[in-house]
T-cell receptor, first 113, second 115 residues
Framework: GNSVTQMEGPVTLSEEAFLTINCTYT??????LFWYVQYPGEGLQLLLK?????DKGSNKGFEATYRKETTSFHLEKGSVQVSDSAVYFC????????????FGIGTKLQVIP | SQTIHQWPATLVQPVGSPLSLECTVE??????LYWYRQAAGRGLQLLFY??????ISSEVPQNLSASRPQDRQFILSSKKLLLSDSGFYLC??????????????FGDGTRLSIL
């Protein structure tokens, strides 16, 4: 079956540091890949997505590239801010009648001034 | 644009009491609808999904049930709450397509505490 693996964290960085959150997946077929962000006490927001191999999703300074050869979708940002502190979920969606999405466990990011 | 509403935002209920959480979607038709639970510090657990009015599928056996009385309304219920039902409940929707895999879009969640 499908699975998504990511570090649980917390990841603690100083403001303006470079961020990488690793995500690897196992899936059949050609899944779409997503990163979601969850701020404290809120629901999940779609941060970026990629639908095919070598696609790069980007939003708000975050980027992730769909690497089929390494089955990875690592999240990166060049310079994090305190406001980026949140939990980040990697996820995939595989063809299915109800568009099932498989989520990773979530990585908590803490950015300190 | 599409929006999703969940209420209430927070709820404190005694053990053994009933539960009704509501979710509505605006700005789209025939969405797929989902209920998730997120325990403290844990990932997401899919509870129910629905591809149409009256069509409910359960992912895990539990004390909860779901209903979809209208196209854009999804309700999560329980007749008697257990302590283990505490958590953060999230409703989500996605476009129903047979092609490219679509993301899900989430509401703001309901924080449920059982005493």
């Amino acid at each position: 079956g499908n699975s998504v693996t990511q570090m649980e964290g917390p990841v603690t960085l100083s403001e303006e540091a470079f961020l990488t959150i690793n995500c690897t997946y196992t899936a059949t077929g050609y899944p779409s890949l997503f990163w979601y962000v969850q701020y404290p006490g809120e629901g999940l927001q779609l941060l970026l997505k990629a639908t095919k191999a070598d696609d790069k999703g980007s939003n708000k300074g975050f980027e992730a590239t769909y690497r089929k050869e390494t089955t990875s979708f690592h999240l990166e940002k060049g310079s994090v801010q305190v406001s980026d502190s949140a939990v980040y979920f990697c996820a995939l969606s595989n063809s299915g009648g109800y568009q099932k999405v498989t989520f990773g466990i979530g990585t908590k990011l803490q950015v300190i001034p | 644009s599409q929006t999703i509403h969940q209420w209430p935002a927070t709820l404190v209920q005694p053990v053994g009491s009933p539960l009704s959480l509501e979710c509505t979607v605006e700005g789209t038709s025939n969405p797929n609808l989902y209920w998730y639970r997120q325990a403290a510090g844990r990932g997401l657990q899919l509870l129910f999904y629905s591809v149409g009015i009256g069509q409910i599928s359960s992912e895990v056996p539990q004390n909860l049930s779901a209903s979809r009385p209208q196209d854009r309304q999804f309700i999560l219920s329980s007749k008697k709450l257990l302590l283990s039902d505490s958590g953060f409940y999230l409703c989500a929707w996605s476009v129903r397509t047979g092609g490219v895999n679509q993301p899900q879009h989430f509401g703001d969640g309901t924080r449920l505490s059982i005493l």
